[in-house]
């Protein structure tokens, strides 16, 4: 998939603008990816422009939310997404990409070391226990994920690795908004609120996707 235009074109309709060494750098994120796939089980998606949409596109409309130098963390990474195509497009982050399947955050070593990515630690283990090393409690500026768990569960696990003044951001499908109405009263109950919803449609099949924040509730004015 060199030099893709299936890439390209997908990312200007988003209106996202990358180098062409950053744009090679996710195709070969994908590329590996779907090599893997053929023995570890890290995605279903696999038809080139599909998979573009996804894995790459889908991953990188978090960009706009980003200043580019957090310390951020996904949960429930599976193959790296969001985190390393975040990583790629936005070199500056200080990434950790958690999940509990270990040949998942073996897949993800791998590239990042092919890719030679800095400031990228995949960690195999569950959400839960993150919080009980102290480098990671109160550790990250944003803690995002892709299809991992119901809205106020994730924020539950999210929280304990917030930094002051950090957002969380779940990215959802078109039915996000019906969820964060839905889990109000328990993200409330958890002391957060939703700062901002962003609705979009991907570019290649116009699937609908809502990306959630939300912060602290007495730290809102910081944002
Ligand atoms: N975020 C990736 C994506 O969008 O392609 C993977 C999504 S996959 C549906 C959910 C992932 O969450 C799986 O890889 C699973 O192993 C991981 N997971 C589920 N519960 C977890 C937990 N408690 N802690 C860490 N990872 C978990």
Redesign the pocket.
């Known amino acids: 998939m060199k030099g893709s235009p299936l890439l390209q074109d997908q990312l200007s309709e988003m209106g996202i603008v990358l180098g062409t060494e950053t744009e090679e750098k996710l195709l070969a994120f994908l590329a590996g990816m779907l090599n893997w796939n053929k023995k570890v089980n ?2 279903a998606i696999t038809e080139p422009r599909a998979a573009i949409e ?2 790459l596109v ?2 990188l409309t978090l960009l706009p939310l980003l200043r580019g130098d957090e310390r951020l963390l ?10 390393i195509p975040l990583k790629i497009a936005s070199p500056g982050l200080q990434v950790l990409s ?4 270990e040949k ?1 955050v073996v897949f993800q070593r791998h590239i990042a070391r092919q890719l030679k990515l800095e400031n990228f630690q995949a960690h195999h ?4 226990s993150l919080s009980n090393n102290p480098l990671w409690a109160g550790g990250f500026d944003l803690v995002v ?5 119901a809205l106020p569960a994730f924020a539950a ?1 999210a929280l304990p690795c917030l930094a002051p003044g950090g957002r969380i951001v779940a ?1 959802k499908g078109g039915d996000g908004v019906r969820e964060l109405a839905e889990g109000s009263e328990l993200l409330a109950g958890l002391g957060l609120e939703c700062s901002e919803v962003r609705s979009l449609r991907l570019p290649a099949s116009d699937a609908a996707r809502t990306l959630i924040v939300l912060v602290r509730r007495n730290e809102e004015e910081d944002h």
């Not at 958690?98 to 399947?101: E, Q, S």
């Not at 283990?125 to 839960?128: K, M």
């Not at 994920?145 to 768990?149: G, N, P």
């Open positions: 890290l995605t996804k894995h889908d991953s996904d949960l429930g990474s599976g193959g790296g997404l969001p985190a958690v999940d509990a399947v998942k283990g569950r959400a839960e994920s892709r299809a991992f768990t696990l990215m």
